[in-house]
């Protein structure tokens, strides 16, 4: 299996940022495309950003300019650094990944895996 483990969410005044973190550890073989998605109360999951195993990033557009992914491949970890937070921002964000993994006897398999999530709070 695929573990994400997320972190960095909190609490945090209108204005401010956040660092959001989501480290992968298994028995991992490739680790592809990898995003972050955020579900606020009574809303549905949607997505904030991606980025490739390459560095290439697409964004949703209200975040673009506010919102920055990045990755580091030698420590399978997948960042959002969050600038000039709203209110609207609020949600729970989860870590996606797509990966291939080792399984026993040189065989692997592919799939998309997904983080508990951290909570994230804009308010005053």
């Known amino acids: 299996q695929v573990q994400l483990v997320e972190s960095g969410g909190g609490l945090v005044q209108p204005g401010g940022s956040l660092r959001l973190s989501c480290a992968a550890s298994?028995?991992?073989?490739?680790?592809?495309?990898m995003g972050w998605y955020r579900q606020a109360p009574g809303k549905q999951r949607e997505l904030v950003a991606t980025?490739?195993?390459?560095?290439?990033?697409t964004y949703e557009y209200s975040m673009k300019g506010r919102f920055t992914i990045s990755r580091d491949n030698a420590k399978n970890t997948v960042y959002l650094q969050m600038n000039s937070l709203k209110p609207e921002d609020t949600a729970v964000y989860y870590c996606n990944a797509d990966a291939r993994l080792y399984l026993a006897g040189g065989y692997y398999s592919s799939g998309n895996y997904w983080g508990q999530g951290t909570q994230v709070t804009v308010s005053s």
């Open positions: 298994g028995s991992i073989l490739e680790l592809n495309v």
């Open positions: 980025i490739t195993s390459g560095g290439m990033t």
